[in-house]
């Protein structure tokens, strides 16, 4: 493509993704000529703005595109100002006027995190696991006046997990395959090839947006695979609720449960007849099938807490004292918070209270490793969300672990050959011995005799 012959870009939307589209669409040649987000949350830009700027490229922050259903006259005037070719909305929350919409000689194109016609609007990925669907993906469209409605350009499908959670399913699939796909499209629009397919009438579904608390409540009146396929629907945003112990708490990291019946903490939840089990994995849950789930984490009062924890005392920590190499790398760590979130840290900065979303806590464990050499898991960066709380883990992880694990088991105790031994006879299952929840025992065999 050469350099008049590339096409004039507009980029509509918001967030990490639309970011990376529009460095795809730059490494690919187009011409971005402007770049219209949302405006700043406090000192934090929107990422979009801030890599477009890095670039010279002009950035236009809207906070409405129109004013009781009219298109505001200063708003069009800035937009048409960049006399764009092709409108691209990677993922945009506004409502965009059909002035705009219609405007550019190619239209616009739009990404969509759903097999389109079904799950229409704006909690799709939620909507796609809470109804347990097999197959998920995204679909790239010609916008139109409806919602999600407009003819298909392209679609991406893949194969949902029974334990796949919001996070995992965009992290794997929706967000690096969606912003190759929106490159794609683009290029296909250039090339003239760009197919427009009318959407199909059956199948088609509208979910609404899961932005009033009481649609997140976990109705317990249903069987355990559709409250298991609810809790991870809102995994982790914006979190599925129920009522514990009078507390209102949310649930996190579910997975169907089919091992043999635990002994644990019962615990009192509100709608549920059969009390829940605080256990050493975690928080036990029944269907109204009889069937069981369990959550692996807990949100109290804001707090982000293994379930197996709940109702035990707080364990004291002694905060860790660094060595200069690892105040080094805290510093550094310090300074890659600072630019997920454009906020000065202190140590006791919260990671999600500053705004931060899933795609910034992979961002923050790829860092992790690359400036530390240590490994996280997503899971440590919401366990440990205070910057102090996230450097103490980190510089644990570094010196080997949290702790050695102290064993206890029952012995045998023994004297022979002059020497006094003891060895367990229990199973070791999950790093501890336990007895069988049988109560049975299984023959012991001498080796010497094989009796």
């Not at 669409?25 to 934090?44: E, I, S, Y």
């Not at 006027?97 to 239209?107: A, F, L, Q, S, T």
């Not at 097999?134 to 006046?145: H, N, Q, R, Y």
């Not at 790398?329 to 999600?352: H, M, P, V, Y």
């Amino acid at each position: 493509q050469s350099l008049l012959d590339r096409m004039r870009v507009a980029i509509i939307g918001q967030s990490m993704f639309a970011g990376e589209v529009y460095k795809q669409l730059m490494k690919d040649g187009h011409k971005v000529v402007g770049v219209f987000t949302v405006p700043d949350q406090g000192t934090r830009e929107d990422p979009l703005a801030s890599m477009a700027a890095a670039d010279d490229v002009k950035v236009f922050k809207f906070k409405s595109w129109r004013k009781k259903g009219v298109i505001l006259p200063e708003v069009l005037e800035q937009y048409l100002s960049v006399d764009p070719e092709l409108n691209v909305m990677p993922f945009c929350s506004q409502f965009i006027p059909m002035e705009v919409i219609n405007h550019p000689k190619n239209k616009s194109i739009c990404y969509h995190p759903s097999i389109l016609p079904r799950h229409r609007g704006a909690s799709s990925i939620n909507w796609t696991l809470m109804c347990g669907d097999k197959k998920g993906g995204f679909s790239i469209f010609w916008a139109d006046d409806g919602l999600d409605t407009g003819p298909i350009l392209l679609q991406r499908e893949v194969d949902i997990d029974p334990n796949d959670t919001v996070d995992t399913l965009y992290n794997r699939f929706m967000y690096p395959e969606g912003i190759k796909a929106m490159a794609e499209a683009v290029c296909m629009v250039v090339n003239g090839n760009a197919p427009v397919i009318p959407q199909p009438t059956e199948g088609a579904t509208y979910d609404p947006m899961l932005n009033k608390h009481e649609l997140c409540k976990i109705n317990w009146d249903q069987p355990a695979e559709n409250i298991h396929n609810f809790i991870r629907g809102l995994d982790s945003s914006p979190g599925a609720w129920m009522i514990m112990d009078g507390k209102e708490v949310k649930v996190f990291g579910s997975k169907m449960f089919t091992d043999s019946l635990v002994e644990g903490q019962e615990v009192e939840i509100e709608g549920l007849a059969t009390p829940g089990i605080i256990h050493k994995d975690g928080l036990l849950l029944t269907g109204s099938d009889g069937k069981k789930l369990n959550v692996a984490r807990l949100s109290v009062d804001g707090k982000m807490m293994s379930a197996s924890k709940y109702g035990a005392a707080a364990e004291a920590t002694e905060t860790v004292e660094l060595t200069a190499e690892e105040q080094e790398i805290a510093n550094k760590l310090r300074d890659t918070w600072k630019a997920i979130l454009n906020i000065e840290i202190a140590d006791d900065t919260d990671f999600f209270k500053a705004g931060a979303g899933s795609m910034d806590v992979v961002r923050l464990v790829e860092e992790t490793k690359e400036k530390a050499g240590v490994s996280l898991e997503n899971e440590d960066v919401y366990m440990a969300t205070t910057f102090q709380e996230f450097i103490q883990v980190m510089v644990m992880r570094m010196r080997g672990g949290d702790a050695k694990p102290v064993f206890e088991y029952d012995a045998i105790k023994m004297h022979v050959n002059n020497m006094d031994i003891e060895f367990p006879h229990q199973l070791f299952i999950d790093g501890q011995f336990v007895d069988a929840t049988s109560g049975k025992y299984l023959k012991s065999i001498n080796p010497a005799t094989e009796e």
